[in-house]
């Protein structure tokens, strides 16, 4: 089925061709149909394939219909997500597809001045899309009205639940008077995302899984290195020479190893930039923004970053150092392979991450296929222009050593 044929609006479907959105995904053709019909949704699919969509047509649809001009009259939808970047790139995907809408659209978030936000809200907003610190802090300077909201969207909601905003969650669920439709998206289920996502959809809501049994994306083939932690820097400058026109994300552990990394690539010649909550958020926007147009074209992040970089044409991923949290491994590798494209992620792991591959590995019910490396050409790469430059003087001065001890003994036998 293509999106030509979709009971929705004519604007929605011009803004889907021109954003050459033909076919839907998976998730998309599951839940669209049930979303439009008000019915709450509970989804699990893996980062990727095509979530933020899968509510955001209906919702925008639903919205259109029931306005007969751009005036509005309250927020109608909030959509909650755990960070910053998330509420940015999801606020940039409502907003393409509710142009030439009477849908109004806004992605409110921390890390920036609250007035220009205040402005925006006061002028009039339909949907609301934002992180729940923020929300909260407007909501008790009452400058955000929940009174006129009739749909719920959560989504990461496994990420929330990670970073401790289920006392969030149900706090605005109670602030919602007017009879809503929940929509619970999550990435990966468990028994805490289970007993969470029951006790906000109704009992009679539309369940959806999507590739249980696979973790990670069928579009994305991923693998893994066995490289010891301080040779890893020079697997990284090879791999970025050997793909000189890609996309590349590299994940690192601590905002520390993510700077390090940039400074080590810069002296290799290499231009990188890093991404991580150590920034102040005008630096982090600045950043994302020029890695999306091409202006940057290999991104150093941390985990806190991973799901909020929803960049299509991400052609790899390299896990720099392996998650701390398994799951976040899915995350990861699941920014590149986005949509209908395909993509690649290499994991380096160190003899000290052993023991995080084989909990990956179990987490995925499946082994991380091993790209092997002989011992010859592991040198050959591991060796960095410092070492080389070393040994070579190391060499010379051998010879010289040699040299003056020839000198010697010509001189004995004298």
Same mark, same amino acid.
């Given at each position: ?6 009971? @929705?609006?004519a604007?929605?479907?011009r803004?889907?061709? /021109? ?6 995904t998976?998730i998309?053709?599951k ?6 019909n008000?019915?709450?949704?509970l989804?699990?699919?893996?980062t990727?394939?095509?979530? &933020? ?7 925008i649809d639903r919205i ?5 001009s ?7 939808c909030i959509?909650m997500?755990?960070?910053? +970047?998330?509420?940015? =790139?999801i ?6 597809l ?8 806004f992605?409110?978030?921390?890390g ?8 925006k809200l006061q #002028?009039?907003?339909? $949907?609301l $899309?934002s &992180?729940p610190g ?7 300077? /009452?400058?955000?009205?929940l ?5 719920l969207?959560l989504? %990461? ?10 006392? #969030?969650i149900q706090a605005i669920?109670?602030?919602l &008077?007017?009879?809503? =439709? ?5 990435a ?13 959809v109704?009992?009679?809501?539309i369940? @959806?899984?999507?590739s249980?049994?696979?973790? !990670?994306?069928?579009?994305?083939t991923?693998?893994v290195?066995f490289? +010891? /932690? ?8 090879q791999?970025?020479r ?6 590349v994300?590299v994940?690192?552990? *601590? ?7 940039v400074?080590?690539?810069a ?8 991404i991580h909550g150590?920034?102040?958020q005008?630096e982090?926007?600045? *950043? ?5 147009k091409?202006d940057?074209?290999?991104l150093?992040a *941390?985990d806190?970053?991973?799901r909020? $970089?929803d960049?299509?044409d991400?052609q ?7 998650p701390?949290? !398994? +799951?976040n491994?899915a ?6 392979g986005r949509?209908h494209?395909?993509g ?9 991450e052993?023991?995080?591959l084989? %909990?990956? +590995?179990?987490?995925?019910n499946a082994?991380? *296929? ?12 591991a060796?960095?222009? %410092? ?6 003087r190391?060499m010379i001065?051998?010879?010289d050593?040699?040299?003056?001890t /020839? ?5 004995k036998r004298?």
């Amino acid at each position: 089925m293509r999106f030509d044929q979709y009971h @929705i609006s004519a604007e929605i479907k011009r803004n889907l061709e /021109q954003l050459d959105f033909k076919r839907p995904t998976d998730i998309q053709f599951k839940a669209i149909p049930s979303i439009l019909n008000g019915e709450d949704v509970l989804a699990i699919a893996q980062t990727g394939t095509g979530k &933020t969509a899968a509510f955001a047509i209906p919702v925008i649809d639903r919205i259109h219909r029931f306005k007969t001009s751009r005036r509005t009259y309250g927020i109608k939808c909030i959509v909650m997500v755990p960070t910053r +970047e998330l509420a940015m =790139q999801i606020g940039e995907v409502f907003s393409e597809l509710a142009r030439h809408t009477r849908v109004k659209t806004f992605a409110l978030y921390g890390g920036v001045e609250q007035d220009a936000q205040i402005a925006k809200l006061q #002028d009039g907003i339909d $949907i609301l $899309i934002s &992180t729940p610190g923020r929300m909260f802090d407007l909501f008790h300077q /009452q400058d955000i009205s929940l009174k006129s909201v009739s749909t719920l969207v959560l989504d %990461e909601a496994d990420h929330m639940l990670d970073l401790g905003f289920i006392e #969030d969650i149900q706090a605005i669920k109670r602030k919602l &008077t007017c009879r809503h =439709q929940t929509l619970f998206f999550s990435a990966t289920i468990s028994d805490e995302i289970k007993k969470l996502a029951y006790s906000q959809v109704k009992s009679a809501a539309i369940r @959806i899984q999507v590739s249980p049994e696979r973790r !990670v994306s069928k579009n994305v083939t991923h693998a893994v290195m066995f490289i +010891e /932690q301080d040779d890893k820097r020079h697997f990284l400058e090879q791999f970025l020479r050997d793909h000189p026109d890609d996309k590349v994300i590299v994940f690192v552990r *601590t905002q520390v190893r993510a700077d390090r990394v940039v400074k080590a690539m810069a002296r290799a010649e290499l231009a990188a930039e890093s991404i991580h909550g150590g920034k102040e958020q005008d630096e982090r926007s600045a *950043t994302m923004s020029r890695f999306r147009k091409g202006d940057c074209r290999v991104l150093v992040a *941390t985990d806190v970053s991973a799901r909020g $970089i929803d960049v299509p044409d991400v052609q790899s991923v390299i896990n720099y150092d392996l998650p701390e949290r !398994v +799951e976040n491994y899915a995350h990861r590798v699941g920014r590149t392979g986005r949509g209908h494209r395909k993509g690649d992620a290499i994991s380096f792991c160190s003899r000290e991450e052993r023991e995080l591959l084989k %909990e990956i +590995e179990l987490f995925l019910n499946a082994p991380v *296929t091993i790209i092997p490396i002989n011992k010859k050409d592991y040198q050959a790469i591991a060796l960095s222009e %410092e070492q080389k430059v070393q040994d070579l003087r190391t060499m010379i001065s051998e010879h010289d050593i040699w040299m003056e001890t /020839q000198r010697k003994k010509k001189k004995k036998r004298k």
